[in-house]
């Protein structure tokens, strides 16, 4: 079972940046493919951003492009979202997850595991 832990969200000014990091444990990091995912209130849970296991492939949604970059370090078990150019609609619990699959998955239900979330709030 894989257990991940979201932190480094916050509070932030619009125009600033925050580097959320998810640290995966329990499970072979080196063979999970990644994501973000966030949820607003009173918003359904959508995709931002994923990463596969076995290549540089990533994908995001079009309205974080060339803001938003999603890492990892297998070393660390750890992936990340480096968050730029925040803007007050960028606010959102962003929740980490993994997926014990090939591909880039932009849905809920393509993952398996799932981050407790971390409270990223941009002020305008």
């Known amino acids: 079972q894989v257990q991940l832990v979201e932190s480094g969200g916050g509070l932030v000014q619009a125009g600033g940046s925050l580097r959320l990091s998810c640290a995966a444990s329990?499970?072979?990091?080196?063979?999970?493919?990644v994501g973000w995912f966030r949820q607003a209130p009173g918003k359904e849970r959508e995709f931002v951003a994923a990463?596969?296991?076995?290549?540089?492939?990533?994908r995001y949604t079009d309205s974080v492009k060339g803001r938003f970059t999603i890492s990892r370090d297998n070393a660390k078990s750890t992936v990340y979202l480096q968050m730029n150019s925040l803007k007050p609609e960028d606010t959102a619990v962003y929740y980490c997850?993994?997926?014990?699959?090939?591909?880039?998955?932009?849905?809920?239900?393509?993952?398996?595991?799932w981050g407790q979330g971390t409270q990223v709030t941009v002020s305008s």
């Open positions: 329990g499970g072979t990091f080196n063979r999970l493919g």
């Open positions: 990463m596969s296991w076995f290549s540089p492939s990533t």
């Open positions: 997850a993994a997926r014990a699959a090939l591909g880039l998955g932009q849905n809920l239900y393509d993952y398996n595991y």
